[in-house]
């Protein structure tokens, strides 16, 4: 736009802003990241600094590339927000190059490429979550057992030789994370209720006692996240709701239906990774539909998704491609679910008196 | 949505309200305790005249002339348009041009009067009975004495009166919202005019032809409401007074009938559709002043607020002070403003001259300091969608500011923007700051503009095909006499000829006849 803005109203301001907004989801982030760096020890720690810091280097570059205000953007703590949540999807102990290329991936190609903040179609986290996962598959999915670098199990020198040497004990990292244990047995032949005997305590899991990535171990935490973000009005309550009501609607049909092939609800529903997904990945401002019943679409069609491929795909997991895809709906529902406006009915024609509205 | 989110103050009566809207802070407090001054008469007083939506008035003084209070001095021009008194006694000095109370700070004709600080009045208007005064001359004496909508709309009040020959009304709205923060002048007027704002209800009532008033007054005025309750007969009819939720813009006429009665205004049409019609709550006082002791619309209450004013205050100021002298009347400035405003925070205008005067539609002057306007950079839109759920008119403010900003006026008119009422709520909200309402603002002004370019085309060729026709009318008819001419010479000749021939037939025929005898 080339003319003159003219100055009009309104000449006050909420105390909302950008910076604000990111600063909130930290917050909300950090109980369960404290929880993953405390159970999976040093190694978790380095990782995440070093994909924050690779996040906001990249942030820097590309703003540098493009000729934006440095300053001004990349204060705006949107790079760290994004690097933080990448981090959190990694495996804890994976070497310092997957936490780099994740915040690569994830700053470049699944933001910058678009045009920066506000402009990418796809959630930058999960765009480089999905490339690593096709990408190297054997790296993503090395998981830990909690307990070996909780306190009093890896010392620092170790964990320098596994971030840094890529010097991961083989041994050490046995475990297997609860769906794709669960997916393996199920493939193997083994009935449900045996898998469901191995898997032990389904408490164990909601809380985070469980290999798993470095920040979606503790669904509980994150649900307490979740509900922090609600109540500072970062996010509505409708994505979460209708994520987790779907999967849990879905999973409990098909449990309901053939108890014998399909784990029960409170399976999904205890996993880190669903909460994380439904209450800080789908709620992305960016690249989720603007109006209430947009959002509700949005979200029930993630569930869908993520129920769909945890059953049937490829991929125990499944978020990343889930949110993916449903990202790629977001501008056809935002097209097509617009709130009502005042005084028109639906279709735009002003109301009849007399008639509802 | 809205009964979805786990609002943090849930207010059970906001179910009843409208969709969208948003919670200020109100910063009233800062003013409201302050009961209203006269301000002084200043040393000189600049009338606009032009203070009114419609055509701007006539001046019916010189330079020279004395005149006195309550004097015409600017005369209606056509149906939509006001008459315009002088203030005070005095002096016409000029009968020119001054900078508008406006931001674009354009000269606009001006009538400026250096006061004789007599203050001594002309003669009044006739005063009327309302109570057996027709509709008729209660409308006419609004529009003689010059109310305009106080509210900030400005809208000829008598205009307004009239609705009843063309719609089927039943009740009178007393807009007393006051939604906009810091403004406090409805509230103190009600606090201390609370039985003449009940009684020119009541002839407005009478004027519109309705028995029912209500008067609509925001939760977080209690005294204000209390006063009303204590005067609530309004010309023999009870008006009921409905506290309704202090939520922005409460005070927009749509939404508050809509509050009011739950029922939306169809797009593009009035609230008369509904049966109601809205009137400003110092309106009602002016009409009220007007009628009963026939006096003009010549002075107002201005709230005088801000941080960057020493002493916030309620100040009853003729229309014309300079906005000068009201900020030094409150102590002047203890700090440099970041905006200096006519209105309120949310819709007022923005002015770069303090010399200015207030005009009939001025219900603040505000100094706002840097800390409550709280500016800050322009950051790209997230689509945090804060600016749709706020939005009252169910609008996508953050598509219509990309469709504009890429040239398409086009796609924006069709999701819209014509509705938008410039409320604000949505840059309020914009945590990127956004200038979402300027953008909307600059593209209906667009619009708009090239609407009337593409109707001056339009008249210009319709002219021109009209020319075109009646030309080739005019030919054909020329053609046409041609044509009639000549088949009727054609038609002579055959006559004659036929004619010349039954002769020599007759001829030949008496030969031969002669010949055979
Ligand atoms: S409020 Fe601002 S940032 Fe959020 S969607 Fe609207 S324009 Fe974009
Ligand atoms: S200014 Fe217009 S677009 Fe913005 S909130 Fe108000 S009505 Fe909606």
Redesign the pocket.
């Known amino acids: 736009m080339t003319a003159p803005i003219l100055v009009s109203g309104p000449h006050i301001h909420s105390r909302f802003n950008v910076s604000r907004t990111m600063m909130a989801v930290m917050v909300c982030l950090s109980p369960a990241t404290g929880f993953g760096l405390l159970h999976f020890g040093w190694p978790a720690v380095f990782l995440f600094l070093v994909t924050i810091v690779a996040a906001l280097l990249f942030e820097v570059l590309c703003l540098a590339l493009a000729g934006k205000p440095i300053l001004r953007f990349a204060t705006d703590g949107s790079a760290i927000l994004t690097g933080w949540i990448v981090a959190l999807t990694l495996p804890p102990w994976a070497p310092w190059w997957v936490g780099v290329t994740a915040a690569g991936l994830a700053i470049v190609i699944g933001k910058h490429v678009f045009g920066g903040l506000g402009q990418n179609l796809f959630n930058p986290a999960m765009v480089a979550r999905a490339m690593l996962l096709v990408a190297l598959p054997v790296q993503m999915t090395v998981w830990v057992d909690p307990v070996l670098g909780g306190p009093g199990g890896l010392g620092f020198q170790q964990a320098l030789a596994v971030t840094f040497g890529g010097d991961i004990g083989i041994d050490a990292v046995s475990s297997a994370s609860v769906l794709s244990h669960v997916q393996s047995q199920l493939d193997a032949g083994q009935p449900m209720q045996a898998i469901l005997a191995e898997i032990g305590n389904i408490h164990d899991q909601f809380f985070g006692y469980v290999p798993g990535s470095l920040g979606e171990t503790s669904a509980f935490l994150l649900l307490l996240g979740g509900v922090g973000l609600i109540l500072m009005r970062v996010i509505t309550v409708v994505i979460p709701l209708s994520v987790l009501g779907s999967v849990a609607v879905l999973s409990g049909a098909a449990w309901g239906i053939a108890p014998d092939s399909f784990p029960p609800p409170q399976v999904h529903l205890a996993s880190g990774s669903l909460m994380f997904c439904a209450f800080f990945i789908a709620t992305d401002y960016v690249t989720s539909p603007v109006t209430g019943l947009g959002k509700m679409i949005y979200g029930i069609g993630i569930g869908a998704l993520i129920f769909i491929i945890r059953s049937w795909g490829a991929f125990p997991e499944g978020v990343a491609f889930a949110v993916l895809l449903m990202n790629a709906c977001t501008p056809l529902i935002d097209e097509y679910v617009r709130p009502r406006i005042?005084g028109r009915t639906r279709a735009g024609k002003p109301i009849e008196l007399g008639g509802k509205p | 949505m809205s009964i979805l989110s786990f609002s943090g103050r849930f207010d059970p009566a906001r179910l009843f309200s409208f969709k969208?809207g948003i919670h200020p802070e109100t910063c009233k407090f800062l003013s409201a305790d302050c009961a209203i001054e006269d301000m002084p008469i200043p040393a000189l007083i600049r009338v606009p005249l032009q203070q009114h939506i419609g055509v701007e008035a006539e001046p019916v003084v010189a330079r020279g002339d004395l005149v006195l209070k309550g004097q015409l001095i600017g005369k209606a021009r056509g149906p939509v348009s006001s008459n315009i008194h002088a203030p005070t006694s005095g002096q016409v000095i000029a009968v020119g041009h001054f900078i508008a109370p406006h931001p674009s700070g354009l000269p606009v004709p001006t009538i400026t009067i250096r006061p004789d600080g007599e203050d001594r009045w002309g003669p009044r208007l006739p005063r009327l009975h309302p109570e057996s005064a027709t509709p008729e001359q209660i409308a006419a004496q609004v529009a003689e004495a010059g109310i305009v909508g106080m509210g900030g709309a400005t809208f000829p009040s008598a205009v307004k009166l009239n609705l009843r020959a063309k719609y089927d009304l039943q009740t009178l709205v007393i807009n007393a919202a006051e939604c906009e923060p810091y403004l406090t002048c409805d509230d103190r007027l009600m606090r201390e005019r609370a039985e003449e704002i009940a009684d020119g209800a009541g002839i407005m009532a009478k004027a519109l032809g309705v028995s029912e008033i209500i008067v609509a007054i925001e939760a977080n005025k209690p005294q204000a409401i209390e006063a009303m309750q204590r005067h609530k007969i309004a010309l023999g009819h009870i008006m009921r007074i409905k506290t309704v939720p202090a939520q922005y813009?409460m005070g927009s006429e749509k939404h508050l009938v809509k509050t009011l009665t739950g029922k939306e205004t169809p797009a593009r049409a009035l609230t008369a559709e509904l049966g109601v019609v809205v009137h400003n709550a110092a309106t009602a006082h002016a009409v009220h002043l007007a009628v009963r002791y026939g006096e003009p619309s010549i002075s107002r209450v201005v709230t005088v607020s801000g941080r960057a004013v020493a002493r916030p205050a309620n100040l009853r100021a003729l229309i014309g002070t300079p906005v000068s002298d009201l900020i030094a009347h409150c102590g002047g400035l203890v700090e440099d403003p970041e905006r200096l405003l006519l209105g309120g925070p949310m819709m007022g205008q923005p002015i770069q001259n303090p010399r200015v005067p207030i005009v009939k539609g001025t219900g603040g002057v505000l100094a706002l300091s840097e800390r409550e306007t709280r500016e800050r950079d322009v950051m790209p839109c997230i689509r945090c969608g804060l600016?749709v759920q706020?939005?009252?008119?169910?609008?996508?403010?953050f598509e219509?500011n990309t469709r504009i900003e890429a040239g398409d006026l086009e796609g924006a008119a069709k999701v819209?923007l014509l509705?938008?009422?410039?409320?604000?709520?949505?840059?309020?909200?914009c945590p990127s700051n956004r200038p979402?309402?300027q953008t909307?603002q600059y593209a209906k002004g667009k619009l708009a503009e090239r609407d009337s370019r593409k109707h001056q085309q339009e008249q210009a060729k319709r002219l021109a095909e009209a020319r075109t026709a009646r030309h080739e009318a005019i030919a054909e008819a020329k053609r046409a006499a041609m044509a009639r001419r000549k088949a009727e010479m054609d038609a002579n000749k055959k006559r004659e000829a036929e004619a010349e021939a039954l002769v020599a037939g007759a001829v030949e025929a008496i030969k031969s006849k002669e010949a055979a005898k």
């Open positions: 005042f | 969208g813009p600016c706020v939005c009252p008119m169910g609008l996508t403010p219509l819209g509705d938008c009422i410039n409320c604000g709520c949505c840059s309020f909200t979402l309402v909307i």
